[in-house]
């Protein structure tokens, strides 16, 4: 089964940009990849979400659009979650999510992902 390793979280200053990295230990090519965060006593959120197959379908929680992109590097087997212009609410703990290849993604929730990162944390002060 494939894994998935988060990395590039940490913490900064409102306003600011922090790129996460989903890397795999086997392609991503046709397979729906996403994006979920978790706060403490929360349901896990989703966050976005993308199929990548010869272009791209892509989709967004409400509450990142146009300030979150997530985007794909097949050669490196890697997704990427691009967030600018970060709000305290962004604060939380983020994991890859992937389901089988071929799978579409249909709702973004994680009930649909079978395949999971360990998470990075994410910390936004005010």
């Known amino acids: 089964q494939v894994q998935l390793v988060e990395s590039g979280g940490g913490s900064v200053q409102a306003g600011g940009s922090l790129t996460l990295s989903c890397t795999a230990s086997?392609?991503?090519?046709?397979?729906?990849m996403a994006w979920f965060r978790q706060v403490p006593g929360n349901k896990r959120e989703g966050v976005a979400q993308?199929?990548?197959?010869?272009?791209?379908?892509?989709s967004y929680t409400d509450s990142v659009k146009g300030r979150f992109t997530i985007s794909q590097d097949i050669g490196k087997k890697t997704v990427y979650l691009q967030m600018n212009s970060l709000k305290p609410e962004d604060t939380a703990m983020y994991y890859c999510g992937a389901k089988d290849p071929g799978r579409p993604c249909g709702g973004l929730n994680a009930a649909d992902f079978g395949i999971w990162g360990q998470g990075t944390q994410v910390t936004i002060s005010s």
């Open positions: 086997e392609s991503t090519f046709r397979r729906c």
């Open positions: 993308g199929y990548f197959n010869f272009g791209a379908l892509t």
